[in-house]
């Protein structure tokens, strides 16, 4: 088959294909053709300069990457290229290690512990320890000790280190953890990569062979790259440095997970005389999207400097619209999305982006309402999270004490020491004595378990039992609100510290708020009727058999992903960007980075919401927009103020806008009396001192301090603060 590669590239496509000796750096912006560029460098290498396929390394970062390259490879030589070293980097590695890994000690049928296996590890080792499971972390634990291991740092060298205590625990932890895979002839993850960097390091002739087998390297997504992977990148092209990575530093992402974007801008640094090659022309976008894009991302001073261009019409503006609150947000998106499915777009082709997926719950309401098909891409929905369906089981039992499912789900949450032991023993005696689970604890029927666990029985039934006091007359928001309380199960999120458990109180949050809506919105508005509400909400079967769904995803799911429509929402400061992101220049600029990503998902429509107050929490904030707004050209947007003429409006940082209606359907005849320096109590936020209290009454925004969560702006009207 012959292929004409300068016709079927452009120039710097077929720049960076036919420059195959020495270090290639090409810079492909978003959309520029890079997977197209690698497929076709592959298929010269073979067709062209006669080169075996086998002697080709081509390595990304996900399976799906994977295959779609060797398909594309496949087509062009018409060949099969299944046993080609052409894969992602645990899956080369993986190989070599079987191959070779028995000069390092490992045997060649050794196992791969996934991240579950490696956390049930750690949970042994804490208790061997003799450490309180309930004041270690085993998530931070296991991403400590892979932090290490991407910096190549052995447990012998971590020790000399370790410092203080916390420092030191760790570094025993490290041993035996180390100590204990390698007898379960085990390795992770990370081992994988760290582990064939060691065994190219330690054995010459084995770093020789595969030098010398793999003449030429191929990178894709190189920002995305750890220090372990360059590492290994780096020994494979010691005796050749034929090396070509392909990557966008505007679009790293995933520091979080270890990449590290000095890789691609310092590559030069590591391989002198490296080539580079920009591809600038983009064939995704329309001029308007490119434009605020490249508005944004150029506020950046840690890049490459790149233009994207395209020859496609300059199309529509970017739409950017200011709105009330998260129900106007949602409103405006949703008949957005039903005005251009009418147009003749395809619901599968458009996609709702945001920053965090506790802001998810709102559409996915309002895309229901409409009738509108959705699928949460890259997650769950709302209601099927697990913090949501632990709190919702809690309601179930109470309203159905025989529901066996929500019992064995919530008996042990949060953790109170009832085991999976002491459940079995539990489910055989309601099998023998034809009773429900929680019928058989709350009975009296003497348990076979020890004195400590049955005390642990006992208070779960009084916490349950003083829940079902008037359980068809309590307001489902207030019922939550107490089951969280007097369970403990928020206060062991706060325990846990960590991004994941933030998230989930932010869910947990968002669903005092949906409770707060139902009681609103619906003439009986009981805990049963709630629960009825939600199953029929989270019954979605109608859709799974169409892929006329519009997507919901946080912004790193969409990476590499296109759309005709995006709509990016939530641009709010301590939201997008997270707050955490303003201590650090580094951060923001990722967070920018991930803001370029979102826009430039678009093919011919982007819309970006900001408002003005949201619901957290169970309460209202007034909200500060995203700085990144301001960073949009202004002649590439056009700018919506939806705010209702019926709001009030009161001055201040960002301003607030507050809804009359909204604050009748909340207050609930409540009066509001607040000063400054008056202490007051929240039901997440905990006790605060009012700083300063703007307007009167229930239209009041107050500025509270609170201990553990700092300064927050809070409307009398929503907050259901107690005077203290």
């Known amino acids: 088959m012959a292929i004409d590669f300068e016709k079927e590239l452009n120039p710097q496509q077929y720049e960076g294909v036919i420059a195959t000796e020495g270090p290639v750096l090409v810079l492909a912006g978003a959309g520029s053709g890079k997977t197209r560029m690698l497929t076709y460098k592959i298929a010269y290498l073979v067709h062209n300069l006669g080169i075996d396929p086998h002697s080709i390394f081509s390595v990304t970062f996900t399976n799906k990457a994977a295959n779609e390259m060797r398909e594309r490879v496949e087509y062009l030589l018409g060949r099969d290229m299944k046993k080609s070293w052409l894969g992602t980097f645990h899956s080369m590695c993986g190989k070599m290690l079987r191959i070779d890994g028995e000069s390092i000690g490992l045997p060649n049928d050794y196992v791969i512990y996934d991240a579950d296996d490696s956390r049930q590890l750690l949970k042994e080792i ?102 372990s992977q360059f590492a290994f990148l780096r020994k494979l092209t010691i005796q050749h440095n034929n090396i070509t990575v392909v990557g966008d530093d505007d679009q790293s992402i ?25 591809l600038e022309k983009n064939y995704r976008s329309t001029g308007y999207i490119l434009k605020a894009a490249s508005g944004v991302i150029k506020n950046n001073r840690m890049r490459h400097k790149k233009k994207l261009f395209t020859d496609a019409p300059s199309g529509e503006k970017v739409i950017a619209a200011k709105l009330l609150d998260e129900y106007a947000e949602s409103e405006f998106v949703v ?110 029927i003497p348990l076979p378990t020890g004195k ?75 805990v049963r009727n709630f629960l009825s509400s939600v199953t029929l909400m989270t019954d979605v079967d109608r859709w799974s058999q169409s892929d006329e769904m519009v997507n919901l995803m946080t912004i790193h799911a969409a990476k590499g992903l296109e759309f005709h429509t995006v709509f990016i929402v939530g641009l709010e400061l301590g939201i997008f960007p997270l707050a955490r992101a303003l201590s650090e220049d580094s951060q923001l600029e990722e967070a920018r980075r991930l803001f370029y990503v979102a826009i430039t998902r678009a093919q011919r429509q982007v819309f970006i919401t900001n408002v003005i107050q949201r619901s957290r929490f169970g309460s209202v904030e007034e909200m500060v927009a995203s700085p990144f707004l301001a960073e949009l050209p202004g002649d590439a947007i056009e700018q919506i103020d939806s705010i209702p003429k019926s709001s009030i409006y009161t001055s201040g940082v960002g301003g607030q806008y507050i809804s009359s209606s909204s604050t009748r359907r909340y207050s609930k005849g409540k009066t509001f009396n607040f000063s400054s320096g008056m202490k007051v109590s929240h039901q997440f936020f905990g006790i605060g001192i009012v700083s300063s209290v703007r307007g009167e009454g229930e239209n009041a925004v107050l500025t509270i301090d609170f201990k553990k969560y700092g300064r927050k702006k809070l409307i009398a009207g929503f907050a259901k603060l107690k005077i203290l």
């Not at 996915?364 to 309402?369: D, G, M, P, T, V």
Request: proline content about 3%; glycine content about 4%; charged content about 30%.
């Open 126 to 227: 804490v208790l061997e320890f003799g450490l309180d499971p309930k004041q270690i972390d085993v998530k931070k634990l296991q991403s400590a000790i892979s932090k290490l291991k991407r910096k190549m740092q052995t447990p012998e060298q971590f020790e000399i280190y370790a410092k203080n205590p916390a420092e030191k625990t760790l570094s025993k932890i490290y041993f035996t953890y180390r100590e204990l895979l390698r007898k379960a002839n085990a390795i992770d993850f990370d081992d994988m990569i760290t582990l064939t960097v060691r065994m190219l390091t330690k054995d010459d002739k084995i770093r020789q062979k595969y030098s010398q087998k793999f003449q030429y390297i191929l990178v894709d997504e190189f920002q995305d790259t750890n220090e």
């Open 254 to 278: 995933y520091s979080w997970r270890g990449a590290q974007v000095k890789n691609i801008l310092e590559f030069s640094q590591y391989y002198k005389n490296c080539k580079t090659i920009r």
């Open 335 to 444: 008949r957005k999305i039903e005005k251009i499915i009418q147009s003749g777009v395809n619901a599968g082709n458009i996609v709702i982006l945001y920053r965090i997926n506790a802001l998810s719950r709102v559409f996915e309401q309002k895309l229901r309402e409409h009738d509108i098909p959705y699928i949460v891409v890259g997650g769950v929905g709302f209601y099927e999270r697990a913090e949501i369906k632990d709190i919702l089981a809690y309601l179930r039992l109470l309203v159905n004490p025989a529901d066996d499912i929500s019992f064995r789900r919530i008996v042990n949450r949060p953790r109170r020491g009832i085991g999976a032991g002491t459940v079995g023993k539990i489910a055989d005696i309601a099998r023998d004595s034809d009773m429900s689970m929680y019928e058989v604890i709350s009975s009296g």
């Open 452 to 526: 400590h666990i049955l005390s642990a029985v006992r208070n779960f039934v009084e916490i349950m039992k003083s829940f079902q006091e008037n359980i068809d007359e309590i307001a489902p928001s207030e019922l939550i609100e107490k089951v969280i309380d007097k369970t403990n199960y928020l206060k062991a999120l706060e325990d846990e510290n960590t991004v994941k458990a933030k998230a989930r109180i932010e869910n947990i949050g968002q669903l005092v708020n949906a409770t707060t809506d139902f009681e609103s919105e619906n003439p009986e508005p009981t």
